[in-house]
Structure formats: C-alpha cells, structure tokens
C-alpha cells in the first residue's frame, strides 16, 4: 500500500552537528503513528522538515507516493491539520475566527461559524465558548479549542504537536482519548509528538522511537512494552542510566 507520508532519508545538521542522520519512515494511510524519544533527538526538527518549516540537507519527503515539491506542497499544507504545542491561538481572534480561521476565507462568516461550532462541539465546547477570546479559557479548553481547528477542515492528516503538554493528568486523558476517537471516526492519518507515555498507549497505532539521528525502533504498543531494546525498554519506564 502507498504510505500517506514518508520521509526517506532525511539529514539534518546545524553548525556540524547532526540531528537527522537518515531518518527513514512511513505513515500508512489513517495510521495513528506516535512518534518518541528523548529532548533533542530532533523530533520537532523532523516534523519540521516535513512540513517545510526547515530545509532537510538531503533526503525527501513524500506524500501519497510522491515527493513533495513546491506545487505541492501547497496541497499538502491545505490538507493538513496540526494541534500545536501551546495550542497557538490567535489572541486577537474569537474562539470560533481561531477554529474557522483557514475556512472564513472560502466559505464565508456565518458558514465558517456554523462550522466552529460544531467542531466545538465535537471536542465538548459549548457555543458559549464561540465568541470568547482565547485570554477566557483555561490551558485545557484552549487545547481543545486548538484540537478543533486542527479538524476544522476536515484534514486528511493530523500532527499533534506534544498534545498533553502542560495539562493536567485528567485533562491530558481527556485530549488523548479525544485524539483517538477523531482519528478513528474521521480516518486522518496521524502523526504525534510527544514524551508522555499515556498519551503513546492512547493513540499510537504504532510507535517509532527517535535515537542518534535515525529511526531506531518502531512496532505497536504491546511490541514496545516487551521490547528488550535497552533505549526502548528504558525510555518508556523513565529509567535513568546516568
Ligand atoms: N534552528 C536550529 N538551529 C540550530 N540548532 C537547532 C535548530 N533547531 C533544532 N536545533 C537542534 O537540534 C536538536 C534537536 O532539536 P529538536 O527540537 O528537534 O529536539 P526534540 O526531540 O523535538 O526535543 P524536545 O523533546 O525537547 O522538544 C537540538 O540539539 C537543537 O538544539
């Protein structure tokens, strides 16, 4: 099957030091794929590098079986949607502008609105939330209301950006089951970031462990929990080595 998205190859150095050394990897289509390792293993540089935000030194990216050039690139960004870490709202826009802020442009204010408000809905905010400003909300409803634009138009693939961030434990499940539940009744493929091992065991269909620049393991949640990989067996238990 033609993967959705694929890095083949990627490297990556700054000032002579290098962060992707080769990183190669495939998202099958409405796969969940979570992708870990320690601070500075460069997973935000692949994801970058993925999305265009950094310029990879060499290797490609492909999308749908093909590598993504500048035209489209373009598409592929229209198709994409992405819970940032710290949620990223715009301060001076309505909960509701924020959620429909790629969508007010094709389908007009009242329809983008009638929009937002059900993706608001579907991630449990209510239409009283619609026209406060972000500065109103609590760190778990802004996430959620980052989780709602994420899918506001209906994205073919998702990135969640270390979604549970800064969230407490019960809130931080809330979003992770939400993830889950969008994935699936949406069929998007995803790609997460993230430490938190909760969030791992909630969404991953399958887990790529990030180490010394390349892809150094990847399987599912029950071959991650009896992987005798020293890097995988100590990361997911928090074991220190010194
Ligand atoms: N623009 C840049 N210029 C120079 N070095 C960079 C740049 N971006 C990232 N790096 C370096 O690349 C390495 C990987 O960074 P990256 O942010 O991708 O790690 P990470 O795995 O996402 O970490 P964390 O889990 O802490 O977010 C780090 O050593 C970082 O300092």
Do not use: Y
Request: charged share 20%.
């Amino acid at each position: 099957m033609t993967a959705a998205l694929e890095a083949r190859d990627l490297r990556k150095s700054f000032d002579g030091q290098t962060v992707l050394d080769g990183v190669n990897l495939a998202v099958a289509p409405g796969e969940s794929l979570v992708v870990i390792g320690q601070s500075g293993t460069g997973k935000s540089v692949l994801l970058k590098c993925i999305l265009g935000l950094e310029v990879p030194d060499s290797g490609q990216t492909l999308w749908e079986g093909a590598p993504l050039t500048r035209t489209s690139r373009a598409r592929f960004l229209d198709s994409f949607g992405m819970l940032f870490q710290g949620a990223a709202l715009f301060d001076s826009l309505t909960v509701w502008q924020n959620v429909a802020f790629r969508l007010r442009k094709t389908l007009g204010e009242q329809a983008a609105r009638r929009v937002a408000v059900e993706k608001l809905a579907r991630v449990g905010l209510g239409p009283e939330v619609a026209d406060l400003f972000p500065a109103a909300l609590s760190g778990g409803m802004a996430k959620r209301a980052g989780l709602a634009r994420a899918i506001a138009a209906d994205p073919k693939i998702i990135f969640f950006d270390e979604p549970t961030t800064g969230l407490d434990p019960i809130r931080a499940a809330r979003i992770n089951t939400l993830i889950r539940d969008i994935v699936t009744e949406t069929g998007a493929t995803a790609i997460t970031i993230t430490h938190d091992m909760t969030t791992v065991r909630s969404v991953a269909d399958r887990v790529a462990m990030l180490s010394g620049g390349r892809v150094h393991w990847q399987g599912d949640v029950a071959q991650m929990d009896a992987a005798t990989d020293r890097h995988v067996h100590d990361f997911i238990r928090g074991i220190w080595r010194g």
